[in-house]
């Protein structure tokens, strides 16, 4: 079974900058794909950055030039580094994987960008 964990979240001043973690632990293959989503209050949960098959990375326009998702070297752990943060930006993140037809959510983390 895989599970997904993130953190990293937490309260943050306009224009500041976050680092958000997806630890991932269980059977993962080589064919994995990772993604970030968000869900602001009231609102419907996005997608903010993704992996494609071709290993590139999407973004949102929104969030363009200021998000960057990345994995470190092991690949058991995604990343979102996050700049210039914007008080729209508030909302839970979550990480998903995609492995062999099936997904996977992490529980979310709080981020917060005050004015």
């Known amino acids: 079974q895989v599970q997904l964990v993130e953190s990293g979240g937490g309260l943050v001043q306009a224009g500041g900058s976050l680092r958000l973690s997806c630890a991932v632990s269980?059977?993962?293959?080589?064919?994995?794909?990772m993604a970030w989503f968000r869900q602001a209050p009231g609102k419907q949960r996005q997608w903010v950055a993704l992996?494609?098959?071709?290993?590139?990375?999407n973004y949102v326009d929104n969030v363009k030039g200021r998000f960057t998702l990345s994995r470190d070297n092991a690949k058991n752990t995604a990343y979102l580094e996050m700049k210039s943060l914007k008080p729209e930006d508030t909302a839970v993140y979550y990480c998903?994987?995609?492995?062999?037809?099936?997904?996977?959510w992490g529980q979310g983390t709080q981020v917060t960008v005050s004015s």
């Open positions: 998903r994987l995609i492995q062999s037809g099936q997904e996977y």
């Open positions: 269980g059977s993962i293959s080589e064919d994995n794909r």
């Open positions: 992996t494609t098959g071709g290993g590139s990375i």
